[in-house]
């Protein structure tokens, strides 16, 4: 039986760490948490707020995911908006969710993210 979902992870071109590193952080509020050093060989980065854990691998033939994606739950959506637009990143509302106000970006590499608050 599923209990929970453990991690989501998202594929990043080689070498581009350090762009991630700072959208995670800095823009998304998440930490980095260290790789374990066999999977840290292979590149990539992974992050975590609260119980949720974001881990970013890459991919050699690296194609941004454009329709599949995380939807990651926040407080203070229209702040949170307001804190990625400020760091130049895409904000993209969608009103067809019923009992959520919700809306889209994109990190740094050109991969689908949704954020969405339950009214």
Known sequence: MIVALDHVQLAAPPGSEERLRA??????????????????????????????????????DFRAAKKARPGLRVTGIDAYAARLEAHGAPVTWDSALPGHKRFYSQDPVGNRLEFLEPL
């Open 23 to 60: 959208y995670c952080a800095d823009v998304l509020g998440m930490t980095e948490t260290p790789k374990p050093p066999p999977l840290a060989r292979r590149g990539g980065c992974w992050f975590q707020a609260g119980a949720v854990q974001l881990r970013l691998g890459t991919e050699e």
